[in-house]
């Protein structure tokens, strides 16, 4: 993995966040990222999310990292 | 009695001329010609009535596809009861009317009027291209002209200079009858209106323009008029040197989405010209300057025509078999595999190529590679369509036939420039505007739709990039809180929980116009007028293109587009609906065809254990159920060093893609790239193995157009390297110890049918009798489906989807004043790789950066200036052109050479959604330069080589032949 693979997943992962926030329901959104993702992005691309997240996930955003832990269920 | 309930359909033969258009009526009127009696359509004219009967009246002036004229006087007849002689062509048939189309008097008139057109025409019928297909020298014929009694002593036009002007066509007014067929099939057909006829009665001449030559006029070169002249005044340079073509196939363009229908017409294996079919439903016998004139590629000497290797990228090519090439190429992804796992390769399907190569390309991958890592050039244009339409109406794809905008009362355009880039629908568009409907363009850009001559009804919402959701939600807002709303399709047709979601959202004051003015630029009351032409029209439709996926919001605004659509109940007639206009020839079919790493064909999702179960057992093989990487993923990983192998056919990744200099450092990471072109593009410089591909007029297939109508491709020519694509991707299989058996597209159209739902009646066969077919078909629709969502939606109800206004991260700053916005011209077509190989250079040899002249003035930038384009992602160099169709702030340019570098500049940003890549927002400056940029200096460099290599390897073939 590189940096900046990492950086552009990351990037996207917020980008779908920030389009599907409505009013604030930040369960439903976390939701509806996670679906997405699942629906989405390859093997690949969800497990260098999920461990970027175990480690702390810094540059999520707070409904980013709530729809990593629904896509590790 | 013959009864004739519907002509113009394809009941007739489409080769005859029937002399005057159908008429739309449904009340009959019965006629008498001759003793036949017909009845035909009230306000069909005698001239169509004599030749539904199979009474051929002379004629010249006269063509279906232009409304009568009456001025030749050749197709005179008589009618009981009434006076004179009167034009067949210009009277309708009434109740009971008895026509004679040939008696005494009648030839005696036809001979006269002969003999004067004859009394000023070169009389070198033996070497006049048109010899043969003349029906000038046929009305000759026909009324039996024998002499010429004036002489041609007298004054006449026999010394008429020639205009040559045109690469493509010739103008010889000393051949000219002053028919005005070309003046009116350029108003009538094309709506350019570039030609006139300048002077009265003996001084009357065509002329385009004000008396300019065809190049320096307003003409687009369309060719409508070559193919209206009834002489050879114009005329088609490679008939004049080639002479009249013998056959002729029916086939399909390749180039854009409209996939109009051709008469491929042949001497021998020899394309004379390309004809547009009337029969064609896409095109009804239009077609544009690309279509019919830009096929010398096909011939073009920098055609591959051997399949090459290298073990890199630093070597030349060496010239092998095509045996010795697949096996290379399966050994090397077999290694990598071997080496780097399952998910280490993959391959690219391209929207240029036949959906039976397309979906053999995706096979193969998910059948042979063992993964889902396919992706097609949809990825940076229409994937937001795919996602955005499925959401909101259930189903990928545009909900009308072209057709349709005949009924339409308003026209809503956004993003889109479609008399440039989809010019043959972009005439239809404008022959409804000349009809009266309202035009609303939501475009930064002046486009040329606006500059209809005779449309009178405009508007033009000229919002800042990047601002087309809230654009949207504020025209959607004025439809919900001004009571615009059709309720009675909402109720029937809708979710009700989600629509009352997304009422409650949209009817947010922060969704006004007055809010979003500030956002989009455009003023709240033009906003409000155009919410209102839409919504109470009576049908309004959208047309949308590129300018509406290419952004971080793309399918959010498909969304919207399709919450408008639907809040005003103007989806499931014709007249309306949702219309994504495809950039190129097959990328509905590509789409379709399960290009998609997350879906299979039929746009069924992997994960679906029923759908995978299916292909698993027509396949023999066991399918991944996750999704695979994207274009932008698979670069990504590449440049990590997960990714080492791509199979590309027909793509060019490392022009088309944003971030040029990013998707190089992908493709040099990679051990492995498969290209599999026509050219060496610029993704084969980066190639291991290049496999020679075939034009469209090398091999058998379908493609589907924007209308999701299948179309057939005829093979006219054998391939040039011996192997249509379809067959190099079964050999490639073949070699990876997957089995593929086809001995004919057919038979891959026939496993598309057993697989893909919405194709399931879909077969040659059908095809064969129908002309073409538009998905779905299947036994709910035997014959296909012109207008879609009629009664329901695939997903049941359609669901109102929030489609929140999120601004892009690429925004101006004091570093990146203004916003650069690509697209395309008439003449090019994408990267170019067909179209520059032609004389369409002509019209537009390199990409210009066009630039207000505010702007302009403010950095001392003149006309032709070279001017440096920085961006956060790189820095180009090209020429400038001062033009006032831009809004201030707002530069744009063109991707269609290479060298331009215009992609170095665009970003890797890209649609939240699908990753569609955001072309048309990126922030950059523009300052005057001397010298090229540094990218470009290096891609000159490396271009170099690269075609030394194939030089090499092509002077080394030559002399192993020896």
């Known amino acids: 993995m590189s940096d900046q693979q990492l950086q552009n997943l990351i990037k996207m992962i917020n980008q779908i966040s920030a389009n599907n926030l409505h009013h604030g329901d930040e369960t439903a959104t976390a939701e509806i990222v996670a679906t997405h993702l699942k629906k989405f992005w390859a093997r690949s691309m969800k497990a260098q999310i999920i461990d970027y997240a175990e480690h702390g996930g810094a540059e999520l955003s707070p409904i980013s990292k709530l729809a990593v832990e629904r896509l590790k269920a | ?962």
């Open chain 2, 1 to 962: 009695m013959l009864h004739y309930f519907d002509p113009g359909k394809s009941s007739f033969d489409p080769n005859r001329d029937l002399g005057t258009p159908a008429s739309p009526s449904e009340t009959l009127v019965s006629v008498s010609i001759d003793g036949t009696a017909i009845s035909v359509p009230e306000g069909t004219s005698v001239m169509r009535a004599a030749a539904l009967a199979g009474i051929t009246i002379p004629k010249l002036c006269a063509s279906d596809n232009l409304e009568a004229f009456g001025s030749c006087r050749l197709c005179a007849v008589q009618i009981e009861g009434r006076r004179g002689y009167p034009a067949s062509c210009t009277t309708p048939v009434a109740e009971g009317m008895q026509v004679t189309t040939q008696n005494g008097k009648l030839a005696k008139l036809r001979r006269n009027i002969m003999e004067l057109y004859i009394s000023d025409h070169p009389l070198d019928c033996l070497t006049c291209p048109a010899n043969g297909n003349c029906e000038l020298q046929d009305m000759a014929g026909a009324v039996g002209l024998r002499e010429v009694r004036y002489g041609f002593s007298g004054e006449n036009h026999l010394d008429a200079e020639t205009d040559d002007s045109n690469p493509y066509f010739s103008f010889d007014p000393s051949k000219c009858i002053v028919c005005s067929r070309c003046v009116r099939a350029c108003a009538e057909v094309q709506g350019t209106f570039a030609l006139t006829i300048d002077g009265r009665g003996f001084d009357s001449k065509v002329s385009p323009g004000q008396n300019q030559s065809f190049m320096d006029s307003e003409c687009v070169s369309c060719g409508a008029c070559v193919q209206a002249c009834p002489t050879s005044t114009l005329m088609e340079k490679s008939v004049i040197e080639a002479g009249q073509p013998e056959h002729s196939v029916i086939t399909t363009c390749a180039y854009c989405g409209v996939g109009c229908s051709f008469k491929a017409e042949m001497k021998g294996d020899q394309l004379v010209r390309m004809v547009p079919y009337k029969g064609g439903d896409a095109n009804h016998g239009h077609s544009c300057i690309k279509g019919r004139f830009a096929f010398g590629y096909t011939t073009h000497q920098d055609r591959i025509k051997e399949p090459m290797i290298r073990d890199s990228i630093d070597q030349p090519w060496r010239v092998v078999s095509w045996d010795e090439a697949i096996g290379f190429a399966a050994r090397r992804l077999k290694e990598t595999q071997a080496k780097y796992g399952r998910e280490s390769i993959g391959g690219i399907t391209s929207s240029r190529c036949t959906n039976e190569e397309t979906f053999l390309v995706q096979k193969l991958i998910r059948a042979a590679f063992g993964n889902n890592n396919t992706d097609t050039c949809a990825r940076v244009c229409h994937s937001p369509t795919g996602y955005g339409l499925k959401t909101t109406l259930g189903e990928s794809a545009g909900t009308q036939t072209f057709d349709s905008v005949m009924k339409a009362d308003t026209v809503l355009v956004i993003g889109a420039n479609p008399t440039d880039a989809h010019p043959v629908f972009g005439s239809q568009i404008r022959r409804r505007l000349r009809q009266g409907a309202t035009l609303i363009v939501a475009d930064p850009r002046r486009i040329d739709l606006l500059k209809t001559p005779h449309a009178d009804r405009t508007m033009h919402l000229a919002l800042t990039p990047g601002t087309n959701v809230a654009l949207v939600n504020s025209l959607a807002h004025v439809v919900v809180t001004e009571g615009l709303e059709d309720k009675a399709f909402i109720e029937a047709r809708c979710e009700p929980a989600a629509y009352n979601a997304w009422r409650a959202f949209i009817a947010e004051q922060r969704n006004s116009p007055e809010a979003m003015e500030a956002v989009t630029g455009v003023p709240a009351e033009q906003v409000r007028k155009a919410a209102r032409a839409y919504a109470t029209a009576g049908n309004g439709a959208i047309y949308y293109g590129l300018g509406v996926t290419e952004h971080s919001q793309g399918s959010t605004m498909v969304m919207g587009i399709a919450n408008l659509a639907m809040a005003t109940g103007n989806i499931g007639r014709e007249g309306v609906g949702v219309n994504p206009l495809r950039g190129q020839n097959n990328v509905q079919g590509s789409c379709d065809m399960g290009s998609f790493p997350h879906e299979l064909p039929g746009y069924q999702h992997v994960a679906d254990d029923t759908v995978r179960g299916h292909f698993e057992q027509v396949w023999g093989v066991k399918l991944d159920n996750e999704p695979g990487l994207r274009i932008p993923n698979m670069f990504d990983a590449a440049i990590a060093g997960s990714f080492k192998a791509l199979y590309v056919q027909g793509e060019d990744i490392a022009q088309s893609d944003p971030n040029i200099q990013h998707v190089e450092a992908a493709l040099r990471s990679l051990d492995c790239l498969i290209v599999q072109d026509i050219f060496l593009n610029e993704t084969a410089k980066y190639a291991h193995v290049l496999l020679p591909g075939s034009t469209f007029l090398e091999k058998n297939g379908t493609f589907t157009n924007a209308e999701r109508r299948i179309n057939r491709v005829r093979k006219v020519v054998p391939p040039l390297a011996g192997k249509e694509d379809w067959e190099v991707t079964v050999a490639l299989s073949n070699a990876l110890g997957y089995p593929m058996n086809y001995t004919h597209p057919s038979e891959i159209m026939d496993e598309i049918a057993l697989l893909t739902p919405t194709f399931t009646g879909v077969s040659y066969e059908k095809l064969e009798r129908l002309g073409s077919i538009q998905w779905p078909c299947n036994d709910q629709f035997p014959d296909g489906t012109p207008t879609m969502h009629t009664l329901d939606f695939p997903i049941g109800r359609g669901h109102f989807a929030i489609t929140e206004y999120v601004a892009t991260n690429e925004r101006t700053n004091r570093r990146f004043p203004l916003l650069l916005t690509t697209g395309r011209v008439l003449t090019q077509y994408n990267v170019g790789a067909q179209t520059r190989r032609t004389d369409n250079s002509l019209w537009h040899e390199e990409d210009i950066l066009e630039i207000h002249p505010s702007d302009a003035e403010v950095r001392g930038v003149q006309e032709g200036d070279w001017l440096g384009i920085s961006s956060r992602a790189g820095h180009t160099v090209l020429r400038a052109k001062i033009s006032d169709r831009m809004l201030p702030g707002v530069v744009f340019t063109t991707f269609h050479h290479p060298s331009s570098g215009a992609n170095v500049v665009t970003t890797d940003n890209s649609d939240w959604a699908t990753n569609c890549p955001e072309y048309k927002v990126t922030a950059v400056q523009v300052e005057k330069v001397s010298q090229p940029s540094e990218w470009q200096r290096n891609f000159q460099t490396f271009d170099k080589r690269q075609q030394a290599y194939l030089e090499q390897s092509q002077d080394e073939s030559a002399s192993a032949l020896k």
